[in-house]
T-cell receptor
Framework: ETGVTQTPRHLVMGMTNKKSLKCEQH?????MYWYKQSAKKPLELMFV???????ENNSVPSRFSPECPNSSHLFLHLHTLQPEDSALYLC??????????????FGPGTRLTVL | GQSLEQPSEVTAVEGAIVQINCTYQ??????LSWYQQHDGGAPTFLSY????GLEETGRFSSFLSRSDSYGYLLLQELQMKDSASYFC??????????FGPGTRLSVLP
């Protein structure tokens, strides 16, 4: 595997389900990100991890819970979601060293549908 | 807060030149990036400007004016495969990014 991978690629869940999205990067990067991409809305940065430490949480509801066990893996745990949470969830990574960091590498995304 | 503006759609013909503008309002600005996203695909990095001026990468060039909080992506010798959405993104303190709403480019034969 190369680059940034995400599983599953598609997920349908009910509002009472609990599921997790997984992201893995094979680039030796130290920063990882979760984004939400909804139709007709800009990419929204949700969470940022730098060297496994969460550095940003952009007012994301608590029904989304990130986990970063190491610099190569990132999870997004989902529970009690709402239909408006249906979107494409993208994971990205970057070099991440605390200074200027401008190039992000994105995974293919997980298309989530909440019924 | 942070906000960026881009045109929602641009249409051009093969072989033409097109410019996609981006204006931003942000604090703690590091630089302006551009990403391309084909339908059903992931965003891919195109270019980055931290300093004023023009950066050229093959058929694509990007420009930044920090004093005007403005930048643009210039695509030359358009090809059908350039049909995609293009996003500008501001990077600021730490690893934080704000993306623009995206510009959908349609290249016609």
């Amino acid at each position: 595997e190369t680059g940034v991978t995400q599983t599953p690629r598609h997920l349908v869940m009910g509002m009472t389900n609990k599921k997790s999205l997984k992201c893995e990067q094979h680039l030796g990067h130290n920063a990882m990100y979760w984004y939400k991409q909804s139709a007709k809305k800009p990419l929204e940065l949700m969470f940022v991890y730098n060297f496994k430490e969460q550095t940003e949480n952009n007012s994301v509801p608590s029904r989304f819970s990130p986990e970063c066990p190491n610099s190569s893996h990132l999870f997004l745990h989902l529970h009690t979601l709402q239909p408006e949470d249906s979107a494409l969830y993208l994971c990205a990574s970057s070099q991440g060293a605390g200074g200027e960091d401008y190039e992000q590498f994105f995974g293919p995304g997980t298309r989530l549908t909440v019924l | 807060g942070q906000s960026l503006e881009q045109p929602s759609e641009v249409t051009a013909v093969e072989g033409a030149i097109v410019q996609i503008n981006c204006t931003y309002q942000t604090s703690g600005f590091y630089g302006l990036s551009w990403y391309q996203q084909h339908d059903g695909g992931a965003p891919t990095f195109l270019s980055y400007n931290a300093l004023d001026g023009l950066e050229e990468t093959g058929r694509f060039s990007s420009f930044l004016s920090r004093s005007d909080s403005y930048g643009y992506l210039l695509l030359q010798e358009l090809q059908m495969k350039d049909s995609a959405s293009y996003f500008c993104a501001v990077s600021y303190y730490g690893q934080n990014f704000v993306f623009g709403p995206g510009t959908r480019l349609s290249v016609l034969p």
